[in-house]
T-cell receptor, first 115, second 114 residues
Framework: AQSVTQLDSHVSVSEGTPVLLRCNYS??????LFWYVQHPNKGLQLLLK??????LVKGINGFEAEFKKSETSFHLTKPSAHMSDAAEYFC?????????????FGTGTKLQVIP | DSGVTQTPKHLITATGQRVTLRCSPR?????VYWYQQSLDQGLQFLIQ???????AKGNILERFSAQQFPDLHSELNLSSLELGDSALYFC?????????????FGQGTRLTVV
């Protein structure tokens, strides 16, 4: 079975402070994991992805995520929040091969950045 | 700009009607995915096509259907529309479509059923 749980529906941080968005997953196979960001009235943009290479993945805009198999987690972090980071973030699990793919999105975490 | 084009951007229609949403994938991408994003259900995977063939099915209603044409563009057909079908419909594309392949999303079509 495949599932994704984003543990917080809303996160509020002050500008310049660290960001932590939590994601736990389950998959019957060796999954790929992604974080996407959606700014208001925009499509989804890929932040980073994990595909069984390095467990610490660096993405765009200073974000990174660490894959922890023992904890089935893939939390997204950023050392210092910027106002432009205010958006909704989705954790995604994907498995499959040969053109077949099962994809599950988390319910999203809305990040508010306070000036 | 992700390179994925969706038309129209906005659509308002009445209950019981039928609409077609169109998606042009990035150049060279063989796989197309359709997603529905609504306030109460979040982002739901509907269906995936790969090089013209259906490859994976998610929470797609029987009233909905999709296809991918030889030029790789895709259409999502929604019929007998209900108020609850009001949502943002996203199309995404990827090179191949395996589990490790990231998808690039279009800006979405906002469907309002009145």
């Amino acid at each position: 079975a495949q599932s994704v749980t984003q543990l917080d529906s809303h996160v509020s941080v002050s500008e310049g402070t660290p960001v932590l968005l939590r994601c736990n997953y389950s998959s019957s196979y060796s999954p790929s994991l992604f974080w996407y960001v959606q700014h208001p009235n925009k499509g989804l943009q890929l932040l980073l992805k994990y595909t069984s290479a390095a467990t610490l993945v660096k993405g765009i805009n200073g974000f990174e995520a660490e894959f922890k198999k023992s904890e089935t987690s893939f939390h997204l972090t950023k050392p210092s929040a910027h106002m432009s980071d205010a958006a909704e973030y989705f954790c995604v699990v994907s498995d499959g091969s040969g053109g077949y793919q099962k994809v599950t999105f988390g319910t999203g975490t809305k990040l508010q950045v306070i000036p | 700009d992700s390179g994925v084009t969706q038309t129209p951007k906005h659509l308002i229609t009445a209950t019981g009607q039928r609409v077609t949403l169109r998606c042009s994938p990035r150049s060279g991408d063989l796989s197309v995915y359709w997603y529905q994003q609504s306030l109460d259900q979040g982002l739901q995977f509907l269906i995936q096509y790969y090089n013209g063939e259906e490859r994976a099915k998610g929470n797609i209603l029987e009233r909905f259907s999709a296809q991918q044409f030889p030029d790789l563009h895709s259409e999502l057909n929604l019929s007998s529309l209900e108020l609850g079908d009001s949502a943002l419909y996203f199309c995404a594309s990827s090179r191949i479509g395996g589990g490790s392949t990231e998808a690039f999303f279009g800006q979405g079509t906002r469907l309002t059923v009145v």
